[in-house]
């Protein structure tokens, strides 16, 4: 049986495929209103969303959940399919690599909030904020962005590899719960 996605893994996937609602909808062949209900969890039909997963699917993003018969999916979101572990070499050719680490285009998906709304309770600048999403890197608020997101119950997913200089599943999550 195939499982839905949470309206939250959506966003995230599109995210961090840098694509517009109306290019999502183009690609799953569906109504672009139809994404947008299914991202807001507004009512939607089983086979729309099950045709975002299989676009996405396609793209090389991996959907991501806990959860068990009759319970709500826990831990969701999205990352870029990856090897198991790193290992280097022409293996990691066959994946889709990064130039950083962090998505906080993906992140802000998430948790479903504008750049502003982000910028305004990260203390920061708008600008700093388009342009920590756009891969421009400054270190202080880089690392103060990623410390807030994080405090927000953010998990980054993804790592690093030497060789390459690339990052290879890069993507976000929900922390899982404090007992």
């Known amino acids: ?69 009759g319970e709500e999916v826990v831990r969701s979101g999205a990352r870029w399919v990856a090897p198991e572990a790193p290992g280097g070499g022409s293996a990691l050719s066959t994946f889709h690599g990064e130039e950083t680490g962090v998505s906080f285009r993906a992140a802000r998906a998430l948790l479903n909030k504008k750049q502003a709304q982000v910028a305004e309770a990260a203390n920061l600048t708008l600008d700093v904020v388009k342009g920590l999403e756009t891969e421009t890197r400054a270190r202080e608020p880089h690392r103060t962005l ?29 922390k899982p719960a404090r007992p």
């Open 1 to 69: 049986m195939r499982v839905p996605a949470p309206a939250d893994a959506l966003r995230v996937a599109r995210a961090l495929l840098m694509l517009s609602q109306r290019d999502a909808a183009e690609g799953a062949k569906v109504m672009q209103k139809s994404v947008s209900a299914a991202e807001t969890s507004k009512s939607t039909l089983l086979e729309t969303n099950l045709s975002l997963v299989d676009f996405y699917t396609s793209k090389g993003i991996l959907l991501l959940g806990e959860g068990m018969v």
């Open 146 to 174: 990623k410390e807030w997101y994080e405090q927000q119950g953010v998990e980054f997913t993804g790592f690093g590899d030497v060789s390459s200089g690339k990052f290879y599943g890069v993507g976000v999550r929900w």
